[in-house]
């Protein structure tokens, strides 16, 4: 079993030394369900892309905001929220951690 406190801390520190300001671990994979780990510094994003059919975003440090056409969410550490079916972006406000759920195809 994973430990989350661990894999974000060492994750945190990882995307701290990148030069791009990120870090992510597959946690679980079990078709259709895949969970990763994402760790962004303060001010990272992860550019628009499109959404799983199902999906939700927990942030286990930090704070981010989730960007999408149906408007912002800012969420903070403990926060969990389901992620719409629409393009969307997610852009660390601290540095911050999430874990990242969802159902593919």
């Known amino acids: 079993m994973d430990d989350l406190n661990a894999l974000a801390d060492e994750h945190l520190a990882a995307a701290r030394d990148a030069a791009h300001g990120r870090s992510a671990h597959l946690l679980l994979q079990q078709p259709p369900l895949r969970q990763t780990v994402i760790a962004l ?3 990272t994003a992860l550019d628009e892309h499109n959404a799983p059919p199902a999906a939700s975003l927990q942030v286990l440090r930090g704070s981010v905001r989730l960007t999408a056409g149906s408007g912002d969410v800012e ?3 403990g ?7 629409e ?3 997610l852009l660390a406000l601290t540095d911050a951690v999430v874990l990242l759920t969802a159902v593919n195809d």
Do not use: D, K, N, W
Request: hydrophobic share 20%; glycine share 12%.
């Open 41 to 43: 510094t303060s001010g």
């Open 75 to 77: 969420l903070t550490t």
């Open 79 to 85: 926060e969990l929220h389901p992620i719409p079916r």
């Open 87 to 89: 393009r969307h972006g």
